[in-house]
């Protein structure tokens, strides 16, 4: 066995109350794809930014070629060899590719030169970019394609890869693992953090699973199914989540009819003309590339954004479109935002407090407008005991729950006021795989109760397993609609980049006006 | 090297009650270097400015006395604060809540009843609910930026008060001074305290102060306040009306403003004069901060502030100190005041440069 290109020794760092990293050990051969796996808060993102030199570790060393190093900020870790492409894109808007790649580099260089070199690397790796566009222009995966060629411009030998699958198409998705699988035959090395079991066994050679902050096993994910490598990283048998197949023939509770919207902010994406129905009972699913006016359209049906005519949104057939959130909620609608601090929690209030956040109208709240404190922490108990939330009680702050336990928390809150109508945000985004099954079964059960229920993601394996339809929503348009059963991962992803014209017309017959 | 503040992860409860009290001895310790660099005995000085006013029952009923408008001024200042409105008008909604009332006391002249003291305060809680409709409406229907336009309409009506008794207002008899004619009895606030000035006013603001902490603590719309101060994108998800907050902000804290004007003018001035308020409304505004926005920390800090009007007069006429040293106190009490609130929350981190741009 040859030399580890990065090693990492009983790397541990403490923050106040949390052991985020604990002895973690770690080695990564060269020109290996090593998948770093592991739940939400399991201490991924620390040990990245460690080795990335943003976070200093209280112990431990890192190894580079067997050497020693200390890696003080992320200049230095650029200079040893070490790339790292984030969730979250750091590209200015308003310069061209070339000229924001120019900025990550921090040697003197010439434009001209480097320009060319660009247009080397995106030949060479399958990363088709043109140098000279501006950054605004360019999709999700051409973005993530320019941070990619920022890396590589500067010739490194590990490549760390943050949940770069989150926001790509099952095409580009394909794409980006061909560009991969091409760096590590040329001896890169590539550090791939994620949650996505499949692909972690498509693509990766070995794998660290943290749980916890500590290491809980290395293995070769293509030596273990899904299941297994679930349950090293939630440490316990894998929950499944039961539906009964149902007939969806109850009448429709929430439609829209043509709803267009101008986006309020102007780097969002209008809503153009969105046709859909959800029946009593029926879970359906819309599907999509962030940025493709999924905001647009929750808050339209929440009624934060307010459409231009009353009947573009219907509840039980009445027009509620230009009517305040509160009288919407009045009517049925229940809604899970896509924010859960600061718009579905208030962070510095307690769970009892945010229990009355949205249940004001049931009960809580006296005729002459006093709160009825007994009734509204009997609620947020019954919330904590029913869906399993993780708090230092009922008085802790919101922001003190972690991710995943707070949008059981605010899911709870959401489903137990019955609601005719529930509308969800990417529900189990970034939340762990225990959460994300307890939230589908509540999801199901929901429905089976006979609500109707509209979940918009952009996980598809979610989609497919909760949903009794799927559509796709592109550029502010809609897709039809198919009967989850109809349809399958390909079709779904072919739509997401916005092929479905010649769909529209094959089904139009089945979808009601 | 560079300081850099860097949040804490866990901000102490006993700290943050505890703040309000280190910034109260830092401005003590900042006057005695203050009063020894200006060649007084720092003790003396000290004595004079926080103890000597309350050594007698006739300086205790001043002391109520100065507290109460800042009381009613701070107290409906704080619901707009948590929700995250600015209304830095009080000063000028307690003018117009002097002006309101005490022009129902000047109608009413020479005709009066039991009825007129009532309506002298409903007037000036109106008028001051009034004037701090004004920047409300502002904001809400054209976005205005509510401090700006709040503080511009207090100078409109001081100006205002100013025309007043310069001009139509102005006492027939009173050898042409700028001066209203003396209230009648019935326009006054009655005497609480034989000996002393102090007057039923204060008793109206320890009322107000119970409301409003009944109000924000165990009411729907007070909830609603704070939700949409600390999270605005929550209370517009839940299908709060920010535009009502904002209303709701506006009236409380200018009728409650109106209500000290014509609490302060018909308790212990009498008449209207072209200054009816040594900046109660301003201070205010201190007040509130430095009672954490909480009713009963506001009554504390009302007590603190009301103590620095009368230590500066105290000094002035004991020491021949000029009277702006209540200003340089109020100044440095928010100062440290606020600056303890920043590391509570912060610490500060000395980092060395980065070496890249």
């Given amino acids: 066995m040859s030399t580890s290109q990065l090693e990492l020794k009983g790397i541990t760092k403490q923050y106040p109350g949390v052991l985020a990293n604990d002895a973690i050990d770690l080695a990564i051969l060269p020109g290996e794809v090593h998948a770093l796996l592991g739940e939400n808060g399991a201490g991924k993102s620390t040990l990245v930014k460690i080795i990335y030199g943003v976070v200093r570790a209280d112990a431990g060393e890192i190894l580079w070629n067997g050497a020693p190093v200390h890696i003080a900020n992320p200049s230095q870790a650029r200079a040893l060899g070490i ?81 770069p699958t989150s926001v790509l198409t099952p095409q580009e998705v394909e794409k980006l693992f061909e560009t991969l699988q091409r760096l590590s035959s040329e001896g890169c090395s590539i550090l791939y953090i994620s949650h996505k079991l499949e692909e972690i066994q498509v693509l990766c050679d070995s794998a660290t699973v943290l749980r916890g902050g500590k290491v809980t096993a290395h293995c070769t994910p293509r030596e273990e199914t899904p299941k297994s490598l679930a349950e ?165 702050e919101a922001k003190s729950l972690s991710g995943g336990n707070l949008q059981k928390f605010i899911i709870g809150r959401e489903i137990m006021l019955e609601p005719k109508i529930l509308v969800l945000g990417h529900p189990t985004w970034g939340v762990d795989v225990g959460a994300a099954t307890i939230i589908h079964q509540a999801i199901i059960d929901l429905a089976s109760r006979g609500a109707s229920v509209l979940v918009v993601s952009e996980d598809l394996d979610e989609l497919f397993e909760i949903c009794d339809s799927i559509a796709v929503i592109s550029e502010g348009r809609l897709s039809p609609v198919r009967p989850t059963s109809e349809t399958n991962v390909e079709e779904i992803g072919r739509w997401m980049s916005g092929q479905f014209a010649d769909a529209t017309q094959e089904v139009h017959h089945a979808a009601p006006a | 090297m560079l300081l850099r503040l860097e949040p804490r992860q866990t901000s102490s409860k006993w700290m943050q009650y505890a703040t309000p009290l280190i910034a109260a001895a830092l401005t003590v310790i900042t006057g005695v270097i203050l009063f020894t660099a200006l060649g007084r005995d720092p003790f003396l000085a000290l004595y004079t400015f926080f103890v000597r006013p309350l050594t007698s029952v006739y300086g205790i009923g001043e002391w109520a006395i100065k507290a109460t408008p800042l009381l009613l001024c701070a107290v409906g200042l704080s619901v707009g604060f948590r929700g995250n409105v600015w209304n830095i008008g ?72 100013g025309y007043l008794v310069h001009g139509p207002w102005r006492d027939p008899d009173g050898f042409n001074f700028p001066e209203t004619r003396l209230f009648n009895d019935y326009g006054l606030m009655p005497v609480l305290v034989e000996g002393t000035r102090l007057h039923a006013g204060v008793i109206l603001a320890v009322i107000v102060t119970i409301i409003v902490w009944i109000f924000m603590s165990r009411t729907f719309q007070g909830f609603k306040v704070q939700v949409a101060g600390q999270a605005p994108a929550a209370a517009a998800y839940a299908g709060y009306s920010q535009k009502g907050v904002v209303l709701l902000s506006f009236l409380v804290s200018g009728a409650l403003a109106g209500l000290a004007g014509i609490s302060e003018v018909s308790g212990t001035i009498g008449q209207l004069q072209p ?5 109660y409304g301003f201070a205010a505004i201190i007040v509130a901060f430095l009672g954490r926005l909480h009713p009963f920390g506001i009554v504390l800090a009302s007590l603190l502030m009301s103590l620095m009007y009368l230590g500066g007069e105290s000094l002035q006429i004991n020491l021949n100190l000029p009277l702006a040293v209540t200003g340089v106190f109020q100044g440095l009490l928010l100062f440290f005041v606020l600056g303890s609130e920043v590391l509570v929350r912060y610490r500060i981190k000395l980092t060395a440069t980065p070496k890249e741009a």
Wanted: glycine share 12%; with cysteine; proline share 5%.
């Fill in chain 2, 275 to 279: 200054v009816v308020s040594p900046g």
């Fill in chain 2, 90 to 161: 009080a000063e000028g909604q307690l003018t117009m809540g002097a002006i309101c009332g005490g022009g129902v006391a000047l109608a009413f002249w020479g005709n009066e009843g039991i009825w007129l003291l009532p309506l002298m305060l409903i007037a000036g809680a109106a008028g001051g609910l009034a004037w701090g409709a004004i920047p409300a409406i502002l904001k809400n229907r054209f976005n205005a930026n509510e401090i700006l336009t709040s503080l511009m309409l207090t100078y409109v009506a001081i100006q205002f008060l």
């Fill in chain 1, 83 to 163: 790339g790292m492409v984030f969730q979250h894109f750091n590209l200015f808007d308003t310069l061209t590719v070339a000229e924001n790649i120019s900025l990550g580099i921090d040697e003197a260089h010439d434009l001209k030169v480097l320009t060319s070199e660009i247009e080397e690397i995106s030949e060479r790796y399958g990363l088709p970019i043109n140098p000279h566009q501006h950054v605004h222009a360019l999709s999700v995966g051409e973005r993530q394609r320019v941070e990619i060629i920022r890396c590589l411009v500067q010739d490194p030998k590990v490549l760390i890869m943050d949940e």
């Fill in chain 1, 232 to 396: 090293m990283m939630i440490g316990s048998e894998l929950p499944v989540c039961k539906r009964d197949g149902r007939a969806l023939e109850g009448e429709t509770q929430l439609s829209l009819h043509g709803l267009a919207i101008p986006s309020p902010d102007p780097h969002g994406t209008d809503l153009n003309g969105i046709d859909l129905t959800v029946r009593k009972g029926e879970v359906l699913g819309i599907a999509g590339v962030a940025g493709n006016g999924q905001k647009e359209l929750l808050a339209a049906i929440n009624g934060e954004l307010i459409s231009p005519r009353s009947d573009m949104i219907r509840i039980d057939g009445e027009g509620v479109a230009t009517v305040s959130p509160a009288r919407r909620r009045a009517r049925g609608l229940a809604f899970v935002p896509e924010e859960r601090l600061g718009r579905g929690a208030v962070p510095e209030m307690s769970l009892a407090n945010n229990a009355l956040l949205t249940s004001y109208q049931h009960e809580m709240v006296s005729p002459q407008g006093f709160i009825d404190f007994g009734h509204m922490r009997d609620y947020a108990t019954r919330i904590r005991k029913n869906f399993d939330v993780r708090s230092d009680g009922i008085d802790a």
